[in-house]
């Protein structure tokens, strides 16, 4: 049995092994990056492998708490988290008073709030918008942790708004003689 050079012609790498030596390559310069991992510096390159990447980027992602949709929001390394939710439109007056003078009253009540408030879109949507900053390191923990953390500011205020939008005006009871009086009237 000969020996053969590796460099010698016919001991080219396979493709395969070629691309299997490049992914593990990638994931051991992922695992030698400094723990813990802070959010956005993790990427999938356009090859489809990870990385790590020190480039300040933004996060964006969506979560789903009290029954609301969240969009979120990381500019970069050192920006706060945002959160935005459209919580529904302001009931009319005529579909229920009472609902909107609640919705109004916990509209206004939400300035007192240190991380945000509930806004009123020129559409008539009540919108929730929130800012805190991430504990460092940024990890996904911490991040969500912050989520969470303005979920749980806003709560109360939430909890009376879909009250608000849950009043509806009663309905008036009539009675079988006022029914009867309709009803001879259009046939007349």
Same mark, same amino acid.
């Given at each position: 049995m000969g020996v053969r050079a590796l460099d010698a012609p016919g001991n080219e790498p396979s493709v395969s092994a070629t691309s299997e030596s490049a992914a593990k390559s990638r994931v051991k310069s992922v695992a030698e990056t400094a723990?813990?991992?802070e959010v956005g510096t993790v990427v999938i390159g356009n090859d489809g +492998?990870? $990385? +790590? $990447?020190?480039a300040d980027r933004a996060l964006h992602f !969506?979560?789903?708490a009290c029954g609301i949709d969240f969009e979120a929001e990381i500019a970069g390394q050192k920006a706060p988290l945002r959160i935005k939710a459209n919580l529904g439109k302001l009931p009319y007056s005529a579909e229920s008073p009472d609902g909107r003078r609640l919705a109004r009253s916990v509209l206004a009540a939400t300035d007192r709030l240190r991380h945000g408030q509930i806004l009123l879109s020129d559409e008539q949507d009540m919108v929730l918008q929130g800012e805190l900053s991430p504990p460092t390191p940024r990890t996904p923990v911490n991040v969500i942790a912050t989520?969470?953390?303005l979920i749980l500011d806003f709560k109360p205020y939430i909890s009376l708004l879909a009250e608000a939008v849950a009043l509806r005006r009663p309905l008036i009871? !009539?009675?079988e003689d006022d029914m009867l009086q309709d009803t001879a009237?259009?046939?007349t």
């Open positions: 723990l813990p991992l +492998h990870i $990385s +790590h $990447s020190s !969506r979560f789903t989520a969470v953390a009871e !009539r009675n009237a259009a046939e």
